[in-house]
């Protein structure tokens, strides 16, 4: 199967950061075969997309969401919380959902990632009430289309154990390793192109044992997948972490074996210059999730101080109940507003440094694209250069939203999110003429709606 891309804007996110007008692709069974001015592709395809007046980026990667969470946006009791108190209100609505809340959450979650044009999303599923299994949201992905790593969370340490979820939505650690193990061994694939990737991810320092991370930690290595938690979101863990294991949550994974390539934590806020340097020693990974972290005043993480130590950055969209939205290319736009913030609050108005610069639009849409995938250790995805899946997303640029912006790339960044005209993942159509290829969106809402009621309701 071949799929001819033309007459584009073309933004690769290569090594060169090359930007080709009047750009195509030319994709053969789900690989990008080249990449070029239209004029030097193949001039005949199974299928020919004529492109012009769009600008085509790689698909954008998320690196943290709880898909689940779409079932409880915007719940009133919840709006103006900050993390901890949110999620002591939304524990005991979340241990009601049964595997097909997880199945229909998933699909409406992904959906909404596909037309803001994400093609990989790495989701953190750490409760399984009722009968719940991973296997119930990786069903449902396979149906919509999208890359998924699929992050088998976890949590062991309740209340009644110093924890802080209630021994409800608890599990045994005997039970959390071996299903852990099942998952991996039964759906895990490591090879390029891979549409479902397994991750081990005890849910976080306030709701696991130390023992577990240390055992996870030990079956990812001998099975050769990634490791992921939240990590210094707030100053109330920090303080958590110094009562419950006399250490800061840095220090923290380094006692418990969690730092490494392999390793990434999700918001990584409220760390240090000294922490900063061990992620970067050890090549840790960090997802940034501005728009959550505004949401539950949590802080601003030190992206700048991330990158200039070269430490990984990707972005997240986080749980769509502390950020109300799966909407990844908003998250680009908030990461760049949100990094210009945080130097305005430190003076970058009175600065005559020629060497301070504030985040630009392609900074933010690399943190979208190249960083996610760095983040998550695939080297198969975030850019469009021959040999890599053909992942892409499309925006008309010949819209109200756009008129007057005079930069194709910075139009998308600097201008209102919007809903993409084309999303594809490993040259199939997943988001096509701005509308969903495989799924009903009324019938997924009002399924949705269904279940969300259910759940508040009790």
């Known amino acids: 199967m071949t799929l001819l891309i033309k007459n584009a804007y073309l933004v690769t996110m290569d090594d060169h950061q090359r930007e080709i007008p009047d750009g195509g692709l030319f994709i053969r069974d789900g690989f990008i075969e080249s990449v070029g001015q239209t004029g030097s592709l193949p001039d005949a395809a199974d299928e020919v997309l004529d492109l012009k007046g769009h600008v085509v980026f790689p698909g954008l990667v998320n690196t943290h969401h709880h898909f689940y969470q779409t079932l409880t946006r915007a719940v009133p009791a919840a709006q103006d919380a900050n993390l901890f108190n949110w999620l002591k209100t939304?524990?005991?609505i979340w241990a009601r959902m049964n595997p097909g809340d997880i199945f229909v959450s998933t699909q409406t979650a992904l959906a909404e990632l596909a037309l803001s044009g994400c093609t990989t999303a790495s989701d953190h599923l750490y409760l399984f009430p009722n009968a719940s299994k991973l296997d119930d949201e990786i069903a449902a992905a396979l149906e919509v289309g999208?890359?998924?790593?699929?992050?088998?969370g976890s949590m062991s340490l309740g209340e009644s154990k110093g924890g802080l979820p209630p021994d409800s939505v608890v599990d045994s650690e005997e039970n959390i390793l071996k299903d852990s193990q099942r998952l991996i061994?039964?759906?895990?694939?490591?090879?390029?192109?891979a549409m479902t990737q397994i991750?081990?991810?005890p849910c976080s320092p306030f709701s696991v044992t130390s023992d577990l991370m240390k055992q996870s930690a030990k079956m990812a290595r001998h099975y050769g997948v990634h490791l992921h938690t939240h990590l210094a979101e707030t100053e109330d863990e920090e303080q958590f972490c110094m009562q419950m294991f006399g250490h800061r949550p840095v220090g923290y994974m380094q006692e418990v074996d969690w730092v490494g390539d392999d390793v990434w934590f999700a918001h990584a806020v409220w760390v240090n210059d000294e922490e900063i340097k061990v992620f970067a020693k050890h090549n840790c990974g960090v997802a940034h999730c501005p728009t959550s972290n505004m949401r539950l005043a949590s802080g601003i993480a030190p992206v700048k101080e991330y990158r200039a130590a070269g430490v990984n950055v990707g972005l997240g969209v986080d749980g769509s109940a502390s950020n109300d939205g799966s909407h990844l290319l908003a998250e680009v736009r908030n990461a760049m507003l949100v990094s210009r913030v945080k130097e305005g609050l430190t003076g970058y108005s009175l600065s005559n440094d020629p060497n301070r610069k504030l985040m630009t639009a392609r900074e933010a849409l690399y943190l979208g694209t190249r960083g996610g995938a760095a983040v998550l250790g695939r080297t198969d995805i975030g850019s469009l250069e021959a040999g890599k899946c053909a992942d892409f997303f499309a925006v008309n640029l010949n819209t109200l939203g756009y008129a007057g912006m005079?930069?194709?790339?910075?139009?998308?960044v600097f201008g209102q999110p919007v809903n993409v005209d084309y999303t594809v993942v490993g040259?199939?159509?997943?988001?096509?003429?701005?509308?969903?290829a495989a799924l009903d969106a009324g019938k997924l809402i009002e399924k949705h709606n269904k279940a969300a009621k259910r759940l508040l309701a009790g």
């Open 90 to 92: 939304l524990y005991p």
């Open 427 to 436: 040259g199939r159509f997943v988001v096509k003429e701005g509308h969903l």
């Open 185 to 193: 061994e039964r759906y895990h694939d490591p090879k390029p192109g």
């Open 146 to 152: 999208l890359r998924l790593q699929a992050s088998r």
């Open 199 to 201: 991750v081990l991810a």
């Open 406 to 412: 005079h930069d194709p790339v910075s139009a998308v």
